[in-house]
């Protein structure tokens, strides 16, 4: 079992940048590959990127156009989404979401979600 606790959202202007962290509870985070998700309101969730476990490998739905960086860093178990260049477009709840298995970019690949962490960028 992994628990992740997403942290780190807020408001913020158009241009700005915030950086959400997820926390995971258990020692085999490392063994874990990951993702973030996007949900804004009424639309469904949607994939913005994800990281293989050892962290060697990221890719990015094309949305993102180079704004946004996955890292991790397993020794704190946390995985972190840095957002740069925000757009009013931007705006919803964040998932990071894990799986034992190989990253993709469907939600059902991803077995362990968070709670989610609110995003709103300002125009």
């Known amino acids: 079992q992994v628990q992740l606790v997403e942290s780190g959202g807020g408001l913020v202007q158009a241009g700005g940048s915030l950086r959400l962290s997820c926390v995971a509870s258990?020692?085999?985070?490392?063994?874990?590959?990951m993702a973030w998700f996007r949900q804004a309101p009424g639309k469904e969730r949607e994939f913005v990127g994800a990281?293989?476990?050892?962290?060697?490998?990221?890719y990015y739905a094309d949305f993102v156009k180079g704004r946004f960086t996955i890292s991790r860093d397993n020794a704190k178990n946390t995985l972190y989404l840095q957002l740069n260049s925000l757009k009013s477009e931007d705006t919803a709840v964040y998932y990071c979401?894990?799986?034992?298995?190989?990253?993709?970019?469907?939600?059902?690949?991803?077995?362990?979600w968070g709670q989610g962490t609110q995003v709103t960028v300002s125009s």
């Open positions: 990281i293989r476990w050892s962290g060697g490998m990221t």
């Open positions: 258990g020692r085999t985070f490392r063994l874990y590959s």
């Open positions: 979401a894990a799986t034992p298995v190989t990253t993709g970019r469907y939600e059902a690949q991803y077995d362990y």
